[in-house]
């Protein structure tokens, strides 16, 4: 199993940029493909970005491309998302998750292709 807990988080006005910080403990994080989904009130989750055990295949949704940045740190168990020039409508609870099985390769943008959960970050972006 792998316990994921999220950081970095605030308020901060559009057109700022914030990085929020995902760190792992337990089973082994790099073989892992990792996620980063965010839940507006009221909308559904849904898929920001995710990476796989390499750095490498790397994914974004449209809404955040050219924006938001995903890398992680293999060594440190750590992922992070970089996010740049933030919008009223990134206002969201951030959280990251963890996929050990061929969904979360193929299916990244799914939810249910990840096991694992951390309880989330509140990102708010003020107009």
């Known amino acids: 199993q792998v316990q994921l807990v999220e950081s970095g988080g605030g308020l901060v006005q559009a057109g700022g940029s914030l990085r929020l910080s995902c760190a792992a403990s337990?089973?082994?994080?790099?073989?892992?493909?990792m996620g980063w989904f965010r839940q507006a009130p009221g909308k559904e989750r849904e898929f920001v970005a995710s990476i796989r055990w390499n750095a490498i295949d790397i994914s974004y949704a449209d809404s955040v491309k050219g924006r938001f940045i995903i890398s992680r740190d293999n060594a440190k168990k750590i992922m992070y998302l970089q996010m740049n020039s933030l919008k009223p409508e990134d206002t969201a609870v951030y959280s990251c998750?963890?996929?050990?099985?061929?969904?979360?390769?193929?299916?990244?943008?799914?939810?249910?292709?990840?096991?694992?959960w951390g309880q989330g970050t509140q990102v708010t972006v003020s107009s």
């Open positions: 337990g089973s082994t994080f790099s073989s892992y493909v």
């Open positions: 998750a963890a996929g050990s099985t061929s969904a979360a390769i193929i299916a990244y943008s799914s939810p249910r292709s990840y096991d694992y």
